[in-house]
């Protein structure tokens, strides 16, 4: 393992299938992705394309009115799906607010992930159902929060692992620098994955930094590996070795998984007004579905059987998550004062009755 390590200190990209689908040399990343069968794959494949009908879906209701703002994950499943499915059940995820593949690898119900872009909620889904935080606005902090995560797990003497998620733009915001500063100085059983996808908003990557994002890791002493983030085998071989690492008590590891944002950074915004129609036409041709695609039928494996079944499941999905969405009972202006704590509070129900009372004002006024 840290042999591996070492031979992709110079920040090569680990890459296990080409964009043209063909599997690359074997090296030591391959033996950590031996048990994906063929069946596997096609199950990765489906992952692939449920995230991405998800994320069109939810785009479109956004589009529709029914939600107030929406972070694409277009072109980025495959680091979100492979680095997902590398996770054990207790390990615990600190997602930021684009990681809705990983929510999805984790079982949450598509339907859960929108109330919070419809306003119907305060926050999403019971993390610990799922071992993964609802969407952090607040770019950087969840590696913060991840970070005494996994000071507790050690703390605890257990084995678990943690992983925390954000994008290049974060690793610009102090709170990055100072959980990779933390997590190196006690240890800590953290994985920090980075989705360089080139933009943070309408700033480019080359302008946030000189070097690679693996590097400013390094420079707090966490070891680093860059992978390519559109593919889904070489992110799941990564996200594996530096879980291991973490569980068996190797402290941090930052992993900068490089892809791209087809889209905009959320649904307010308008990438064509920053970026060049030629670079997204590059990208395009390093799609992480259309690699996994060439790769099944290179090898045989893709038929009309598999891809009516995931057109079977992927329909379904977004027929449900719609059905959901407008399915969801709108809060009302009191129950603001719901969930604010577990038992019943003195001074809940006194603002409640105030704030009650000052609502009842407005419909005397209109009658």
Same mark, same amino acid.
């Given at each position: 393992?840290?042999?591996?390590?070492?031979?992709?200190?110079?920040?090569?990209?680990?890459?296990?299938?080409?964009?043209?689908?063909?599997?690359?040399?074997?090296?030591?990343?391959?033996?950590?992705?031996?048990?994906?069968?063929?069946?596997?794959? %096609?199950?990765?494949?489906?992952?692939?394309?449920?995230?991405? &009908?998800?994320?069109?879906? *939810?785009?479109?209701?956004?589009?529709?009115?029914?939600?107030?703002?929406?972070?694409?994950?277009?072109?980025?499943?495959?680091?979100?799906?492979?680095?997902?499915?590398?996770?054990?059940?207790?390990?615990?995820?600190?997602?930021?607010?684009?990681?809705? @593949?990983?929510?999805?690898?984790?079982?949450?119900?598509?339907?859960?992930? =929108? &109330?919070?872009?419809? @306003?119907?909620?305060?926050? @999403?889904?019971?993390?610990?159902?799922?071992?993964?935080?609802?969407?952090?606005?607040?770019?950087?902090?969840?590696?913060?929060?991840?970070?005494?995560?996994? =000071?507790?797990?050690? #703390?605890?003497?257990?084995?678990?692992?943690?992983?925390?998620?954000?994008?290049?733009?974060?690793?610009?915001?102090?709170?990055?620098?100072?959980?990779?500063?933390?997590?190196?100085? #006690?240890?800590?059983?953290?994985? #920090?994955?980075?989705?360089?996808?080139?933009?943070?908003?309408?700033?480019?990557? /080359?302008?946030? /930094?000189?070097?690679?994002?693996?590097?400013?890791?390094?420079?707090?002493?966490?070891?680093?590996? %860059?992978?390519?983030?559109?593919?889904?085998?070489?992110?799941?071989?990564?996200?594996?070795? *530096? =879980?291991?690492?973490?569980?068996?008590?190797?402290?941090?590891?930052?992993?900068?998984?490089?892809?791209?944002?087809?889209?905009?950074?959320?649904?307010?915004?308008?990438?064509?007004?920053?970026?060049?129609?030629?670079?997204?036409?590059?990208?395009?041709?390093?799609?992480?579905?259309?690699?996994?695609?060439?790769?099944?039928?290179?090898?045989?494996?893709?038929?009309?059987?598999?891809?009516?079944?995931?057109?079977? %499941?992927?329909?379904?999905?977004?027929?449900?998550? &719609?059905?959901?969405?407008? @399915?969801?009972?709108?809060?009302?202006?009191?129950?603001?004062?719901?969930?604010?704590?577990?038992?019943?509070?003195?001074?809940?129900?006194?603002?409640?009755? *105030?704030?009650?009372?000052? =609502?009842?004002?407005?419909?005397?006024?209109?009658?």
């Amino acid at each position: 393992m840290d042999t591996a390590i070492s031979r992709a200190s110079d920040d090569d990209l680990i890459q296990l299938v080409t964009a043209e689908g063909t599997r690359t040399e074997p090296s030591e990343f391959t033996g950590l992705v031996e048990d994906i069968t063929t069946d596997k794959l %096609r199950d990765l494949y489906e992952d692939l394309i449920v995230v991405r &009908r998800i994320d069109a879906e *939810a785009t479109a209701l956004q589009r529709q009115g029914e939600l107030g703002l929406w972070a694409p994950l277009l072109g980025q499943e495959a680091a979100q799906v492979g680095s997902a499915r590398a996770l054990h059940p207790d390990d615990f995820v600190f997602g930021s607010y684009r990681e809705h @593949g990983v929510a999805y690898c984790r079982g949450v119900d598509p339907t859960e992930m =929108l &109330r919070f872009w419809r @306003g119907s909620t305060q926050s @999403g889904w019971n993390p610990y159902e799922y071992n993964m935080t609802t969407p952090a606005i607040i770019v950087g902090s969840q590696a913060l929060h991840a970070t005494g995560y996994g =000071l507790g797990i050690k #703390f605890d003497g257990a084995d678990g692992a943690v992983i925390t998620y954000f994008g290049d733009g974060a690793t610009s915001q102090g709170d990055i620098s100072e959980a990779f500063g933390f997590a190196a100085s #006690f240890n800590a059983p953290v994985v #920090f994955f980075c989705q360089n996808n080139q933009w943070a908003i309408s700033e480019p990557v /080359t302008l946030q /930094t000189h070097i690679t994002i693996a590097e400013r890791g390094r420079g707090f002493g966490v070891p680093a590996l %860059r992978v390519d983030g559109n593919d889904v085998l070489a992110v799941l071989a990564a996200t594996r070795m *530096a =879980l291991t690492r973490a569980r068996e008590g190797s402290g941090p590891m930052l992993i900068e998984a490089v892809t791209y944002r087809m889209g905009p950074h959320t649904t307010s915004d308008d990438p064509t007004r920053y970026r060049s129609a030629a670079v997204d036409d590059e990208w395009k041709k390093k799609d992480p579905i259309d690699r996994i695609e060439r790769l099944l039928d290179a090898e045989g494996a893709m038929d009309d059987a598999l891809r009516a079944r995931v057109k079977d %499941r992927a329909d379904w999905t977004a027929a449900e998550l &719609r059905r959901g969405c407008l @399915g969801t009972v709108e809060p009302t202006a009191m129950s603001v004062f719901d969930n604010v704590y577990a038992d019943p509070h003195p001074l809940i129900a006194e603002e409640r009755d *105030a704030y009650a009372t000052y =609502l009842a004002g407005f419909e005397g006024a209109q009658s």
